[in-house]
């Protein structure tokens, strides 16, 4: 019981369902620090996870790239950064449920805003489908996207068509908060080496890992181009010198009877 202004006692009625009460309290506490993190991993996390991405990526200025899911251009406008004469290009299918106001527009607006217009392009493209012939990218990368591609097979579908439109000797990375054991399963499948996935870093209450990896490089034992525009098979250096010792000894062979005649004289 408490004292009004005059002094006089106060009656308290008490709070009713106070049980409840605490649990709404505690429960605004882990809402408010939900949506404190989901906010943090927003304007901070995954820009710190998109710099480590690109940064692990040996640049050289003339590639092409492709941002597979590039939402508003995170990875896509970091890319184009690096380029001097190469391009980069986004697909996406733009659904705004994954990505607050998520459309080309944006993306277009944030490049512009980043001075990296000139060197973008952006496209309506299903990652299971990409429109891209094979072995046409240097690099491919792909931020907080495949899982939202439902179902396991529809997963590994787009996964294979990345593999399939990335050059020989060109680099893919993946960033994803599941499934990234999955990823790397498939991108060995289709022949990529030196496939890695990182240590975890929190993004939205969830690890974030990133899967690596490389298109094997062209054999350079299989075909040479040649000036007439057509392709000739090279041999290998083994072959070479198989023939090379085959020749030899059929020229000592063919030499030996003209010594002969010549001592004999």
């Known amino acids: 019981m408490s004292q009004g202004a005059s002094g006089r006692a106060r009656a308290d009625y008490g709070?009713?369902?106070?049980?409840?009460?605490?649990?709404?309290?505690?429960?605004?506490?882990?809402?408010?620090?939900?949506?404190?993190?989901?906010?943090?991993?927003?304007?901070?996390?995954?820009?710190?996870?998109?710099?480590?991405?690109?940064?692990?990526?040996?640049?050289?200025?003339?590639?092409?790239?492709?941002?597979?899911?590039?939402?508003?251009?995170?990875?896509?406008?970091?890319?184009?950064?690096?380029?001097?004469?190469?391009?980069?290009?986004?697909?996406?299918?733009?659904?705004?449920?994954?990505?607050?106001?998520?459309?080309?527009?944006?993306?277009?607006?944030?490049?512009?805003?980043?001075?990296?217009?000139?060197?973008?392009?952006?496209?309506?493209?299903?990652?299971?489908?990409?429109?891209?012939?094979?072995?046409?990218f240097d690099v491919i990368v792909s931020s907080l996207v495949l899982h939202n591609i439902h179902g396991r097979a529809e997963r590994e579908r787009a996964v294979r068509e990345i593999a399939r439109v990335l050059k020989p000797g060109g680099c893919v990375a993946l960033l994803d908060v599941a499934h990234t054991t999955e990823y790397a399963q498939v991108l060995e499948a289709c022949s990529l080496r030196n496939i890695r996935i990182s240590r975890p870093r929190w993004l939205f209450f969830m690890p974030a890992r990133t899967v690596t990896g490389q298109k094997p490089p062209p054999r350079l034992d299989a075909c040479s181009p040649v000036s007439s525009g057509k392709e000739i098979p090279m041999i290998t250096r083994r072959r070479f010198a198989q023939v090379s010792g085959a020749l030899a000894l059929t020229a000592i062979a063919q030499q030996a009877p003209i010594a002969q005649r010549v001592a004999r004289a």
């Open 15 to 136: 709070i009713d369902g106070p049980g409840t009460v605490a649990g709404l309290v505690v429960l605004g506490g882990v809402c408010l620090a939900a949506a404190g993190g989901m906010i943090w991993s927003s304007k901070i996390g995954k820009l710190r996870a998109r710099d480590a991405l690109i940064d692990a990526i040996p640049w050289r200025g003339d590639e092409q790239v492709l941002d597979v899911g590039c939402g508003r251009g995170l990875l896509l406008i970091a890319a184009a950064k690096h380029l001097t004469i190469g391009r980069a290009i986004g697909i996406d299918v733009w659904h705004r449920r994954d990505q607050a106001d998520n459309r080309p527009e944006a993306t277009w607006r944030n490049a512009r805003a980043e001075g990296v217009a000139d060197r973008i392009d952006v496209r309506d493209a299903d990652a299971r489908a990409l429109p891209f012939a094979d072995n046409t």
